[in-house]
């Protein structure tokens, strides 16, 4: 299985302001995933980021909250702007764990933001 | 479209007790099914997985079987322990990955 690699793994911000979430894949792969998991509850897909092309966002999610970067096969960027305490929740990259459309999801540790 | 329902938690249980978390599932098509666990302040890791009817997923003496005819697919264990205490997932995937609401299970000793 690929390794995933997440920074920060944690962070307190305060609200008004920006944060950059990194994700490193030991592998190349073709769409990197990122979810977003609030407190309590499920995980929830905020966009798909394919290399080359812009990202696809699920309904609810919006660019200009959630810019994502996607410079080569094994990297991929979340930032999270303009931040409000309802931002509070953990992040997470994740990539298939094999070609097809219905391989599981292999996923990074995850970044716990804090939004004071 | 395509939907995950899990059994409300928590469940909290002794140690040697006998688990199961039901999960049905909604969907077109033939997805695959998994389970995840997701450890205190760790991300979720892959538990087991049947990618069609009568499959048995098996992984640290968790079991799950997928269930066409009753789209289930519920995790069992025959002898929980204080190390699996975590949240499970069930989630499906056709094109895109769905995931239940998660079932926090915890063991006492």
């Known amino acids: 299985s690929a390794v995933i690699s997440q920074k920060p793994s944690r962070d307190i911000c305060q609200r008004g302001t920006s944060l950059t979430i990194q994700c490193q894949v030991d592998?190349?792969?073709?769409?990197m995933f990122w979810y977003r998991q609030q407190p309590g509850q499920s995980l929830t897909l905020i966009a798909t980021a394919n290399q080359g092309s812009e990202a696809t966002y699920e309904s609810g999610f919006v660019i200009d909250k959630f810019p994502i970067s996607r410079p080569n096969l094994t990297f991929s960027t979340l930032t999270v702007s303009n931040m409000s305490p309802e931002d509070s929740s953990i992040y997470l990259c994740s990539v298939r764990d094999g070609a097809a459309s219905n391989s599981p999801l292999h996923f990074g540790n995850g970044t716990r933001l804090t939004v004071t | 479209g395509n939907s995950v329902t899990q059994m409300e938690g928590p469940v909290t249980l002794s140690e040697e007790a006998f688990l199961t978390i039901n999960c049905t599932y909604t969907a077109t098509g033939y997805p695959s099914l998994f389970w995840y666990v997701q450890y205190p302040g760790e991300g979720l890791q892959l538990l087991l997985k049947?990618?069609?009817?009568?499959d048995k997923g098996s992984n640290k003496g968790f079991e799950a079987t997928y269930r066409k005819e009753t789209t289930s697919f519920h995790l069992e264990k025959g002898s929980v322990q204080v190390s699996d205490s975590a949240v499970y997932f069930c989630?499906?995937?056709?094109?895109?990955?769905?995931f239940g609401a998660g079932t926090r299970l915890t063991v006492k000793p």
């Open positions: 989630a499906l995937s056709a094109n895109d990955m769905r």
């Open positions: 049947a990618t069609k009817a009568d």
């Open positions: 592998s190349q792969v073709t769409m």
